[in-house]
């Protein structure tokens, strides 16, 4: 009884405990705590359906398929996944976190049928992914995208000496917005640029459009490529 229950049980509240607390660190809505229930209650459905299965008379009519018991616990947990992903404009937050609460379920899935070291394994494995490739990835040269805001003086030419002055950073603009509708003869032109992460100074950025003509402000968003 404790080899087959309690010790998935509380290996399922380490190792979610484990993934859920790196998530805790980054201030996450889905944490210690959801991370630690979402493995938890895989792990107690695979070993609930395993000691039917274990029970049931080699006569019965009855057959348990615990791929299928593990192919719909993992489909259920997607609608919480889903649920911690968080769209802020054009930009995506919570990816990673949905991640997590999948990895979790898998892992209460695998704590489930026994499989504890490779458990264990896959465990370690998330954590590395987690806590060193975050450090990788501000290394690599990758692309990154911004919508640039101006608002100037609706002039002839004010379109085109903006985005000359983007593009001699090295910047390149796949679209660009214009706004007639402002008060007092202003306009507003939204560019969205594509740039490598690291080689562009935003500051830079700023002063040269600060140096255009009817320029009265200037914003900067990130977004999603």
């Given at each position: 009884m404790v080899e087959r229950v309690i010790v998935p049980?509380?290996?399922?509240?380490?190792?979610?405990?484990?993934?859920?607390?790196?998530?805790?660190?980054?201030?996450?809505?889905?944490?210690?705590?959801?991370?630690?229930?979402?493995?938890?209650?895989?792990?107690?459905?695979?070993?609930?359906?395993?000691?039917?299965?274990?029970h049931l008379p080699a006569e019965s009519a009855l057959r348990i398929d615990p791929g299928r018991i593990a192919a719909g616990?993992?489909?259920?947990?997607?609608?919480?996944?889903?649920?911690?992903?968080?769209?802020?404009?054009?930009?995506?937050?919570?990816l990673t976190t949905a991640a997590c609460i999948w990895?979790?379920?898998?892992?209460g899935v695998v704590i489930g049928v026994g499989a504890y070291a490779l458990a264990v394994a896959g465990t370690l494995l998330a954590l590395a992914v987690l806590m060193l490739l975050v450090?990788?990835?501000?290394?690599?040269?990758?692309?990154?995208?911004?919508?640039v805001h101006l608002v100037a003086a609706a002039a002839e030419g004010t379109l085109e000496r903006a985005r000359e002055a983007i593009e001699g950073l090295g910047l390149s603009v796949h679209?660009?917005?214009?706004?007639?509708?402002?008060?007092?003869?202003?306009?507003?032109?939204?560019?969205?640029?594509?740039?490598?992460?690291?080689?562009?100074?935003?500051?830079?950025l700023v002063r040269r459009l600060r140096e255009?003509?009817?320029?009265?402000?200037?914003?900067?968003?990130?977004v999603a490529g």
């Open positions: 049980l509380a290996l399922a509240v380490v190792l979610g405990g484990l993934v859920g607390l790196e998530r805790e660190f980054h201030g996450r809505a889905a944490g210690l705590r959801t991370h630690i229930l979402v493995c938890l209650a895989t792990a107690m459905a695979m070993v609930g359906w395993m000691e039917l299965h274990r616990v993992l489909t259920g947990i997607g609608f919480i996944g889903a649920g911690a992903i968080i769209k802020l404009k054009s930009t995506h937050r919570g990895m979790a379920a898998s892992l450090r990788l990835e501000s290394y690599l040269p990758a692309d990154a995208y911004r919508e679209s660009q917005e214009i706004d007639l509708e402002l008060d007092e003869g202003l306009v507003r032109l939204v560019f969205s640029v594509r740039m490598r992460r690291g080689r562009v100074n935003e500051e830079a255009l003509p009817g320029v009265r402000s200037i914003g900067w968003r990130h």
